[in-house]
């Protein structure tokens, strides 16, 4: 049995792990890399695999750089199944119809501008037909993937439908366990529950996202929140501005605002969510309720009862997107993309990033190389669309809202395995892996096997 790292080892982006038995090959994953000069030629890179040779697919969720290259599989020949839960086969349809969206968009704006541009990895007909493989499986339930190969899904706490995968390997006599964390969230969040632990695993594939810190807590976050609004809307004219992800994230912050609101922390908000996916991904959030944790259906339960404490807007159009650089001050902005590097909250940073009363609030990881990075690193200047801005915002990066677990949390969620299993890091920048690995040993006794390298196979 061999495990190959093909994407996520040494960086964040770009999940993908071939599992190979002898009889089965299975593939764990299959993400776009995003940020970074490299990030183009990876995407377009030899997968390291003949696509018509895979046996199965096993998706942990649905964000972009662990879904995002699947539509070339079908490009390429694959036509097995793809196995995720339910609520992450229904956000990868919208991600990567998005996706495909904002690849043919941006080839066509190079196109007009004279510029040379690689075409799309994949269209829409690619995404409609990859879409008819996926098999939902629910968690906690075995499922035969392949002859020698059961898989089952367990919650992660990342973000709607995401989950831990726990593969059994029975080739030749000699069961194996093979867990890959996918991404773990970070404990207490609201809306969805907490990382279920596992006891068993002869090899483990950890995230290591955020392994070399610590977030804020939750409460030291919703203060700091409530002081950042409140600071900036008392200004006349300063708006927040908040660059988020469209799953999970801009959900989450719904639900604080809303919150937070009927707490009387917060007066009664006027809140543009400007984002298509966003408000997509917001209603497919409100038909998995069965997902939710205690919290959120009370919370839910007080919205149907009594009514809304914030007036929360979507923006439809991209007139109505633009329209609202035209507010004053006053109003919080949620726009995609999280990291900056699409998506309409660039035209409001272009447009706000030189006014000192704007505040810009980032709430999750920003990858090396994306425009986010640049602004939470504190840059005088940035260029979008080829002009210069100068920021003179007020630049905010609340990190207890990530989705990530943070390093105390990965090392906690280690020790609920009963017998040790060979660790290796993966879905994480150097140094960040190696602070992980370093505090695994201090706090549990236990070396890591190994810190993933891209394209490495390891046999076990």
């Known amino acids: 049995m061999q495990l190959t790292f093909l994407g996520a080892a040494g960086m964040v982006t770009?999940?993908?792990?071939?599992l190979e038995t002898g009889r089965t090959r299975v593939l764990l994953d299959c993400g776009l890399h995003q940020g970074g000069r490299d990030a183009a030629a990876l995407n377009r890179a030899p997968l390291g695999f003949d696509p018509r040779r895979l046996d199965a697919v096993v998706l942990s969720h649905a964000h972009i750089d662990h879904s995002g290259l699947l539509p070339r599989l079908w490009r390429e020949g694959y036509r097995g199944p793809v196995y995720a839960t339910a609520a992450t086969a229904?956000?990868?349809?919208?991600?990567?119809?998005?996706?495909?969206?904002l690849q043919q968009a941006d080839y066509?704006?190079?196109?007009?501008?004279?510029?040379?541009?690689?075409?799309?990895?994949?269209?829409?007909?690619?995404?409609?037909?990859?879409?008819?493989?996926?098999?939902?499986?629910?968690?906690?339930?075995?499922?035969?993937?392949?002859?020698?190969?059961?898989?089952?899904?367990?919650?992660?706490?990342?973000?709607?439908?995401?989950?831990?995968?726990?593969l059994s390997l029975t080739t030749s006599g000699h069961p194996k366990?093979?867990?890959?964390?996918?991404?773990?969230?970070?404990?207490g969040?609201?809306?969805?529950?907490d990382a279920q632990k596992l006891a068993d695993?002869?090899?483990?594939?950890?995230?290591?996202?955020?392994?070399?810190?610590?977030?804020?807590?939750?409460?030291?976050?919703?203060d700091e929140l409530v002081a950042v609004v409140t600071r900036t809307l008392r200004s006349k004219h300063g708006n927040v501005l908040v660059p988020s992800f469209a799953v999970g994230r801009t959900q989450e912050l719904l639900y604080w605002f809303e919150r937070l609101a009927y707490e009387g922390r917060l007066p009664p908000l006027d809140i543009f969510v400007d984002s298509p996916l966003a408000t997509e991904v917001t209603e497919l959030t409100q038909r998995h309720q069965e997902l939710y944790d205690a919290d959120a259906r009370e919370l839910y339960r007080a919205i149907r009862e009594h009514g809304s404490r914030c007036q929360v807007r979507f923006t439809r159009s991209v007139g109505e997107s633009m329209a609202l650089n035209n507010i004053s001050g006053g109003a919080i902005v949620i726009a995609s993309s999280g990291m900056c590097e699409g998506g309409r909250i660039r035209h409001h940073l272009r447009h706000h990033l030189p006014n000192p009363h704007?505040?810009?609030?980032?709430?999750?990881?920003?990858?090396?190389?994306?425009?986010?990075?640049?602004?939470?690193?504190?840059a005088e200047s940035v260029t979008l669309d080829g002009n210069r801005v100068q920021v003179r915002a007020e630049i905010v990066t609340l990190g207890g809202f990530s989705?990530?677990?943070?390093?105390?949390?990965?090392?906690?969620?280690?020790?609920?395995?009963?017998?040790?299993?060979?660790?290796?890091?993966?879905?994480?920048?150097?140094?960040?892996?190696?602070?992980?690995?370093q505090r695994i040993q201090a706090d549990l006794g236990h070396s890591v096997a190994g810190i993933a390298n891209l394209g490495q196979c390891i046999a076990f």
Do not use: C, N
């Open 108 to 166: 066509e704006r190079h196109q007009r501008r004279g510029r040379h541009a690689e075409p799309p990895l994949y269209g829409f007909e690619d995404v409609e037909s990859l879409l008819s493989l996926f098999r939902p499986i629910p968690f906690g339930s075995w499922h035969a993937v392949a002859p020698d190969t059961r898989v089952r899904l367990h919650e992660a706490g990342h973000i709607l439908g995401a989950a831990i995968v726990e």
């Open 177 to 187: 366990t093979v867990v890959f964390s996918g991404d773990l969230g970070q404990p």
């Open 14 to 18: 770009g999940s993908r792990h071939l």
């Open 358 to 378: 704007t505040t810009v609030v980032f709430t999750g990881f920003q990858a090396q190389g994306t425009l986010g990075r640049q602004l939470v690193e504190r």
């Open 90 to 101: 229904e956000l990868t349809a919208l991600l990567l119809k998005d996706s495909a969206h």
């Open 403 to 437: 989705a990530h677990a943070d390093q105390p949390a990965l090392v906690d969620w280690l020790r609920g395995f009963q017998r040790w299993p060979a660790v290796w890091l993966v879905h994480g920048e150097p140094a960040a892996s190696t602070a992980l690995s």
């Open 201 to 222: 695993a002869d090899v483990l594939l950890l995230e290591s996202t955020y392994g070399d810190r610590a977030h804020k807590s939750q409460a030291a976050t919703v």
């Open 189 to 193: 969040r609201p809306i969805l529950g």
